[in-house]
T-cell receptor, first 111, second 115 residues
Framework: QKEVEQNSGPLSVPEGAIASLNCTYS??????FFWYRQYSGKSPELIMF????GDKEDGRFTAQLNKASQYVSLLIRDSQPSDSATYLC???????????FGSGTRLSIRP | NAGVMQNPRHLVRRRGQEARLRCSPM?????VYWYRQLPEEGLKFMVY????????ESGMPKERFSAEFPKEGPSILRIQQVVRGDSAAYFC?????????????FGPGTRLTVL
């Protein structure tokens, strides 16, 4: 059973600080990794994707991938109250047919 | 450029009735995925379709559930003889290409309530 693991939280971070979200996965053959943000009652919104080892930056977001450790993370700099949401880590199945989602980490940015 | 569209947004059915959920992918996207999300739970993959083909239905319950993506028109997720346990949010996503390098974009979802 291929799995994607995330700490469910809640993770509480003060406004303006860096929020760090982590994810591990079991499928060594995975090649694609995604972070989605989901507000309560809404649909998931793609915020980052990463395919190669290392860091990928987009605005206040940085995704980090370490395939040897089967670990992917998301950093959010200068956290804002509007960043309060559930963040879903998703990993491409190496059978190349589907994406497997973690159960999500709830992030709360306190003013 | 319209995003992924789903309808209806809310659907109420009584036990034993049929539910039909529709998904129109983004323009230029030929890959469609259906997911189910129970309250306070994660997204569970159900089925992956390309035009006229089911690629992976490993997440679909064996009975009562079916999906199609015809040459013309939206993708349909059909649930026959609904039960209370089918109450959930059903999300459709689309992508311009298949895995592994496929960013999926989600529609607003259909909230199904079974009375």
């Amino acid at each position: 059973q291929k799995e994607v693991e995330q700490n469910s939280g809640p993770l509480s971070v003060p406004e303006g600080a860096i929020a760090s979200l982590n994810c591990t996965y079991s499928d060594r053959g995975s090649q694609s990794f995604f972070w989605y943000r989901q507000y309560s009652g809404k649909s998931p919104e793609l915020i980052m994707f990463i395919y190669s080892n290392g860091d990928k930056e987009d605005g206040r977001f940085t995704a980090q991938l370490n395939k040897a450790s089967q670990y992917v993370s998301l950093l959010i700099r200068d956290s804002q109250p509007s960043d309060s949401a559930t963040y879903l880590c998703a990993v491409g199945d190496s059978s190349a047919s589907k994406i497997i989602f973690g159960s999500g980490t709830r992030l709360s940015i306190r003013p | 450029n319209a995003g992924v569209m789903q309808n209806p947004r809310h659907l109420v059915r009584r036990r034993g009735q049929e539910a039909r959920l529709r998904c129109s992918p983004m323009k230029g996207h030929s890959h469609v995925y259906w997911y189910r999300q129970l309250p306070e739970e994660g997204l569970k993959f159900m089925v992956y379709l390309q035009k006229e083909n089911i690629i992976d239905e490993s997440g679909m319950p064996k009975e009562r559930f079916s999906a199609e993506f015809p040459k013309e028109g939206p993708s349909i997720l059909r649930i026959q003889q609904v039960v209370r346990g089918d109450s959930a949010a059903y999300f459709c996503a689309s992508s311009p290409r298949g895995l592994p390098y496929n960013e999926q974009f989600f529609g607003p979802g259909t909230r199904l309530t079974v009375l």
